[in-house]
């Protein structure tokens, strides 16, 4: 698609529109990490986005 979950879930964490394009791409390019399985569960999902943002620099403030 052209990211409108993506855009959902920055909206919900409060990612400042000048910070989502790289929220978006950090998830994108980390979609096998965020769901390596099928079996994948909601929370799992949300605990590997938590992480990725807290390793990331500039997206880290949004799960401070």
């Known amino acids: 698609g ?3 979950n993506l855009e959902t879930l920055a909206v ?3 990612v400042d529109e000048a910070d989502r394009g790289e ?4 998830l994108q390019d980390n979609f096998a990490t965020i769901f390596p ?7 799992q999902a949300v605990d590997a986005i938590v992480a990725l943002l807290e390793r990331n620099e500039r997206l880290s403030k949004y799960v401070a």
């Open 12 to 14: 919900l964490l409060g």
């Open 37 to 43: 399985s099928s079996d994948t569960t909601s929370d």
């Open 23 to 26: 929220f978006s791409q950090l």
């Open 2 to 4: 052209s990211g409108e």
